[in-house]
């Protein structure tokens, strides 16, 4: 099912006004027997070889970077990027011992620079995130530092990426326009992305998740929802 088409994007944005988006989605998932991102998680770590370079983007406190290094090996590289300063912190205690990971205290976007990052009051929340999100108390305002992924790898072209996972709680749309370059590289395998509809929604980007996939389909992928929240992208 494509879960970008018109219908379904107006579906969710009229349960989400009537306050029943989440409830739905939660009976769905009981029904269906599925735990949250079970079918992502598969897909997101099949494949992934000895020696490959895994980019974790919106690695938070490093539960799937950890995953990401025991399965790339001594021989490969996993980079990290978190820019929330005190989950920051945290990803380093947490990964202390992989010594194949590198963490990055920079959150990638569609330009270079420095940007608000929004925090809530609960320590390491994976809401934390360059988009104020509605309805969600911030705590305090940081200014964190950002780049693309293309100006990232022209910098570390040792670190170019053979599998990305993006979950940057509304921000996946600016995150792959800053990475044209390196989407087109073919040694690039797979593109994993937790879409925010919400969040893009309130942002005015309703529409990101279907421009998303035809971004990803020019740069030579073949794109499949592994559930109503999740992308796979693979060639």
């Known amino acids: 099912m494509d879960y970008s088409s018109p219908l379904l994007l107006s579906a969710r944005n009229f349960g989400r006004k009537l306050g029943v988006l989440r409830p739905l989605q939660r009976m769905i998932r009981k029904l269906r027997g ?107 305002v940081q200014i964190v530092k950002v780049s693309t992924g293309d100006a990232f790898v022209t910098s570390n072209p040792q670190l170019a990426p053979n599998k990305l996972k993006i979950d940057v709680e509304g921000f996946e749309y600016e995150v792959l326009k800053g990475m044209e370059t390196t989407l087109r590289s073919p040694s690039l395998r797979g593109v994993f992305i937790e879409v925010h509809f919400t969040s893009l929604a309130e942002r005015g980007l309703a529409d990101a998740p279907r421009q998303m996939i035809e971004q990803l389909k020019k740069a030579g992928f073949s794109v499949r929802w592994t559930d109503a929240s999740h992308l796979e992208a693979m060639r």
Do not use: M
């Open 34 to 140: 599925d735990g949250y991102e079970e079918s992502f998680e598969r897909a997101l770590l099949t494949g992934i070889s000895a020696g490959d370079i895994v980019w974790d983007i919106g690695a938070n406190v490093g539960l799937y970077t950890r995953k990401f290094s025991e399965l790339a090996g001594p021989h490969g590289k996993i980079v990290a990027f978190e820019p929330g300063p005190q989950t920051f912190v945290t990803l380093r205690a947490n990964v202390a011992g992989c010594a194949n990971v590198v963490c990055q205290q920079v959150a990638l976007s569609d330009f270079t620079g420095e940007a608000d990052f929004h925090i809530t009051s609960e320590e390491n929340s994976p809401v934390n995130g360059l988009a104020r999100r509605d309805g969600i108390p911030v705590s305090s």
